[in-house]
């Protein structure tokens, strides 16, 4: 099996911390600080990593701050490789305050990307062996709405499977390209995508199945969040709803999701069975606090159980 890679346009350090209460003007005394490697490409080459998987993650980074996101990724059990960057790496903060359950979260714009480091990056890509090219977070500021239209470009040249996995333009555009194999949006990103609200199960499925039909993806997971996900593809719909599970933080669930399916579909699963796998993982991840992700040994005990429900 190839390494799974993962391409991450805007990475970030992702800081988490506990506070009793988050007042304005106050100083808030926080606890539990915890720093992680953190953007989609990145995130979901950690999960690969805690499955079994190989993976190799591509990103950008630059400044202090990019070093210090090197430094975070040693040893996570992937291959990363840095794109240099004038522009330094972002910093993402998650406060939980611990007397109400909520969770506040601060995610920077990040830096500015020139073309000659967006071609840099093509060309690493076009340079590496692969199965499975995963894409998936925002697009920075500078970067053309069709950059992962060219990044399916290569992966489809490779002889590979591009996922994707992003919002706004920048999936309007990779979609309308057609080729990609895998697309994962939220419910509203997918209602943004389509331009217009998917209120009820029918209207959802009969949109994601127009995609399809047109050749724009082959897959489409939607995640409903608390009301789990379905899946999109010639074959039809499949629907799985959440599991009841006491959820500590949101954080990398949809990416964790993401991760599992992939992994399952290299490792040679059905795709309704690597679908379970991605739900298994994506409600490992509610079980983490901040920013820690899904635990193995939880998506095996989760993706069994789920088995056994949906038959």
């Not at 490779?158 to 895998?182: H, M, N, P, Q, R």
């Not at 992994?263 to 309704?272: R, T």
């Amino acid at each position: 099996m190839k390494p799974i890679v993962t391409l991450t346009l805007n990475p970030s350090i992702d800081e988490s911390s506990e506070a009793e209460v988050v007042r304005p003007v106050r100083k808030t005394r926080t606890h539990n600080q915890r720093y992680d490697p953190g953007g989609g490409g990145i995130n979901v080459a950690r999960v690969a990593a805690e499955l079994g998987a190989p993976a190799s993650a591509i990103y950008f980074a630059g400044g202090a701050t990019g070093s210090l996101l090197d430094a975070l990724l040693r040893g996570r059990g992937f291959e990363p490789k840095r794109i240099e960057i004038a522009g330094n790496t972002r910093i993402s903060h998650m406060i939980f305050e611990t007397s109400t359950g909520l969770e506040y979260r601060f995610v920077p714009e990040g830096p500015e990307i020139q073309e000659h480091e967006c071609n840099t990056c093509l060309a690493a890509l076009d340079r590496m062996s692969f199965d499975f090219l995963v894409a998936s977070g925002s697009l920075p500021r500078q970067i053309a709405p069709t950059f992962y239209v060219r990044v399916g470009e290569i992966a489809r040249r490779k002889g590979a499977k591009f996922i994707l996995d992003t919002s706004g333009l920048a999936l309007e555009k990779t979609l309308g390209a057609g080729g990609v194999y895998l697309a994962k949006p939220s419910l509203g990103e997918f209602e943004h995508l389509v331009g217009r609200s998917l209120a009820d199960e029918r209207a959802q499925e009969e949109a994601a199945l127009e995609l399809v039909k047109r050749g724009a993806v082959s897959l489409l997971a939607v995640t409903l969040g608390r009301d789990g996900a379905f899946l999109a593809s010639e074959r039809g719909i499949r629907r799985i709803a959440a599991m009841p599970v006491e959820a500590r933080s949101a954080v990398g669930a949809g990416d964790s999701f993401l991760a599992g399916m992939t992994v399952g579909l290299a490792q040679g699963m059905e795709v309704e069975e690597a679908f379970i796998y991605g739900m298994a993982a994506g409600t490992a991840a509610v079980l983490t606090r901040g920013t820690e992700l899904c635990r193995r040994a939880d998506v095996e005990r989760l993706f069994a159980e789920l088995k056994a429900r949906e038959g």
